[in-house]
């Protein structure tokens, strides 16, 4: 189950690929329900969960929000590094651009993919509520994934032809990440905690790119219905499967 539902994260990215250079006006909609559907997973599902699965405190203070908050400024940490890395290309060729420093930061996205696709498949190990909420808020982000991966490594003078492998390695990423849970089983803390991190990534991702990307040039109310929307979609989906 875990990888027939990656799947839907394998076209999610190519399809945001194909839209990178395709743009249409209605790209803030969507970023903006990825948005909520990623806030809902983390706060009605993923958090909930670790917190009941790891059920230890360190320096009291429960050991999943520790791992949540790490997960949180590992993301960040990750950023700014790339953005460092990018700054100090910045006047190479290409418009102050170089090749390889697109190339990193794409390899970069698939590396978070593949990491989807782990938190896909040990989601499912916990249960098909939980695997569902994590399917699809993945699913929804991985389009702003696809995104990114084409525009990163195209607009550092990368020709077409290998931003368009990136995007198909980013696009396999969370089917290779799902499948490997397949031959191991995570005990249940140590998976609390994997989501625990993840959920906080992953907030993080919605907090600090998604959501205000989608709202950069469009700051339209049906944006903001969008992702209101989205975060009511998740609380219907685990309602539905307690």
Not at 159 to 177: E, F, I, S, T, Y
């Amino acid at each position: 189950m875990a990888v027939l539902v990656a799947l839907g994260a394998f076209l999610m990215t190519l399809a945001g690929g194909w839209s990178a250079h395709r743009v249409t006006d209605r790209r803030h909609l969507v970023l903006g329900l990825a948005g909520g559907l990623m806030l809902g997973a983390v706060g009605l599902e993923l958090l909930p969960e670790s917190l009941e699965a790891v059920g230890t405190e360190l320096y009291g203070v429960p050991v999943a929000l520790l791992l949540f908050v790490t997960g949180f400024l590992l993301a960040h940490l990750v950023e700014r590094l790339l953005a460092h890395r990018q700054a100090a290309h910045g006047a190479g060729e290409n418009h102050g651009r170089t090749p390889e420093v697109g190339l990193t930061a794409a390899a970069a996205m698939v590396g978070h993919s593949a990491m989807d696709g782990v938190a896909i498949g040990a989601a499912f190990q916990v249960g098909g509520g939980m695997g569902a909420a994590v399917a699809v808020a993945v699913i929804a982000h991985d389009f702003a994934d696809g995104f990114n991966t084409y525009t990163l490594a195209h607009a550092y003078g990368n020709a077409r032809r290998r931003a368009l492998a990136m995007l198909w390695a980013d696009a396999l990423a969370p089917v290779a990440g799902a499948a490997s849970t397949l031959f191991f089983t995570i005990p249940e803390p140590l998976l609390g905690g994997y989501l625990g991190l993840f959920g906080g990534a992953l907030l993080y991702l919605a907090a600090a790119e998604i959501l205000p990307e989608a709202h950069h040039a469009h700051p339209a109310r049906s944006t903001l219905v969008c992702t209101v929307a989205g975060v009511l979609f998740i609380w219907l989906v685990v309602g539905a499967a307690h």
